[in-house]
């Protein structure tokens, strides 16, 4: 069973406008999240995290917000630059283990 | 530059032989992990060490062996007894304890024939 689910497998965005990326977990116990990139054939890079004390981090052009309510965090990017088009990983803290989203492939277009 | 090398960056090997995968870090992390990663699916965890000379099996251990002999390397044995062995798999560490952000490698590539 998928505890930290990434619904879309893939997201084409313009040049300049907003990315929004969602994530959806189970577990109501997980209480630190963390956002990764990933390009082809390298390993995944650190973008931003959150803890479930609050509702937004912000960090330049990128926010994380979190529901916990709806046990749901999504990832803004803002404006989107081409160099953004990546897979993005989303991940859960769980007994200090990260758990994976399957994660999504943004394309931003020219 | 501190940071995180595997070796090879691609690896092939024949059906029934046992593989090493390199994995060195002088980050002076503590903790380091083995990950995963198939086409459409997120990491999965395969071993993780918190310390020297100590390591746990993550999800997927069956058909793999590490050793953490030193803080520095971490490397992982991909068995015969693994059904499924060709993979990108992924070395990472960080710092021990609390909600430390993953490092990662580049990756290996390896190709089972």
């Known amino acids: 069973d998928q505890q930290v689910k990434q619904n879309s497998p893939s997201l084409s965005v313009q040049e300049g406008r907003i990315s929004i990326l969602n994530c959806d977990y189970t577990?109501?116990?997980?209480?630190?999240f963390l956002w990764y990139k990933k390009y082809p054939a390298e390993g995944p890079t650190f973008l931003i995290s959150?803890?479930?004390i609050k509702d937004k981090n912000e960090d330049g052009r990128f926010t994380v917000f979190l529901n916990k309510s709806a046990k749901h965090l999504s990832l803004h990017i803002v404006p989107s630059q081409p160099g953004d088009s990546a897979v993005y990983f989303c991940a859960a803290y769980s007994n200090y283990q990260l758990i994976w989203g399957a994660g999504t492939k943004l394309i931003i277009k020219p | 530059d501190g940071g995180i090398t595997q070796s090879p960056k691609y690896l092939f090997r024949k059906e029934g032989q046992n593989v090493t995968l390199s994995c060195e870090q002088n980050?002076?992390?503590?903790?380091m992990y083995w990950y995963r990663q198939d086409p459409g699916q997120g990491l999965r965890l395969i071993y993780y060490s918190q310390i020297v000379n100590d390591f746990q099996k993550g999800d997927i251990a069956e058909g793999y062996s590490v050793s953490r002999e030193k803080k520095e390397s971490f490397p992982l044995t991909v068995t015969s007894a693994q059904k499924n062995p060709t993979a990108f798999y992924l070395c990472?560490?960080?710092?021990?304890?609390?909600?430390?952000?993953?490092?990662f490698g580049p990756g290996t590539r390896l190709t089972v024939l």
């Open positions: 577990n109501s116990m997980f209480d630190y």
């Open positions: 980050l002076n992390h503590d903790a």
């Open positions: 990472a560490s960080s710092r021990r304890g609390g909600y430390n952000e993953q490092f």
């Open positions: 959150i803890s479930s």
